[in-house]
């Protein structure tokens, strides 16, 4: 496999963070050698130990005294809204390898004004529900609201309970009412952190964050989900396309 572009080192970069984002590449398992790297996209072993030292200082991977390098995503990698609805509606599953969710409340409540204008609610209640998601060694890496037009409480119960909905709630409203979520708006800026998100996200009041704002949007353009995520600093937001 040859390389057109340069620098080389790039491209093999995004090669191996496509992979990992997609998961095909996990936590833990083996990136290929100096040697290999070289082979494979017809690079040099500079280059290729470029490429090794670009992902280890993004956080993507790390090496061990006489070990090999290995994929270190748990505490580092953090996926855009759009990663998450495809990953859903195609394998059912939302969370990168070896991360959980635990909800902390589903209700009926009063939405904020943006939230309520997106949703294009009047009757002043929507579903809302918040979780925070945690990494294999239980650290939260995110913490996260989503809202829904109320109305979808009574089609699509399990909204309103709070535990996992198995295979995630875009593939939980389709089943209930058609309505499949086909793009994605996300919003980031940086952020400081509330004491509510703060106590979250296991850092202190007014620490660097990342904040998000997400929409999914039917084939119609309305919209069947609103959301807002935190993550810590220190965490690379990586899109696949």
């Known amino acids: 496999m040859s390389l057109e572009r340069t620098p080389p080192y790039l491209q093999v970069v995004a090669a191996l963070k496509a992979k990992i984002v997609s998961g095909e590449l996990k936590h833990g398992d083996t990136l290929p050698s100096v040697r290999d790297l070289a082979a494979q996209y017809e690079i ?3 280059t290729a130990q470029k490429v090794h ?8 991977a790390e090496a061990k005294q006489g070990s090999a390098t290995t994929v270190s995503t748990r505490r ?7 990663d998450r609805l495809e990953s859903a509606l195609s394998t059912g599953r939302i969370y990168a390898d070896g991360e959980y969710a635990v909800i902390t409340s589903a209700a009926l409540a009063e939405p904020p004004e943006w939230v309520a ?5 009047e009757s002043g209640q929507a579903v809302r529900r918040e979780r925070v998601t945690h990494s294999a060694d239980d650290q939260p890496v995110s913490a996260s609201v989503s ?10 119960p399990a909204l ?5 909905i ?9 089943a209930a009412t058609g309505r499949r979520a086909v793009a994605t708006e996300e919003a980031t800026t940086a952020a400081a952190a509330t004491e509510d998100q703060a106590a979250l996200l296991g850092v202190a009041a007014g620490a660097p964050v990342l904040l998000s704002r997400n929409v999914y949007v039917d084939a119609q353009g309305d919209t069947i989900e609103v959301g ?13 396309d």
Request: hydrophobic letters at 40%.
């Open 76 to 82: 580092t990698l953090h996926r855009t809204a759009a």
């Open 228 to 240: 807002e995520s935190v993550a810590p600093a220190g965490r690379w937001r990586v899109h696949r």
């Open 117 to 121: 204008d997106l949703l294009g609610t």
């Open 147 to 156: 809202w829904f037009s109320a109305d979808l409480a009574e089609t699509v």
């Open 44 to 46: 040099s072993t500079a």
């Open 166 to 174: 198995i295979g995630g709630t875009p593939s939980a409203i389709e």
């Open 53 to 60: 030292r670009t992902l280890k200082a993004e956080g993507l």
């Open 160 to 164: 309103l309970v709070r535990d996992r």
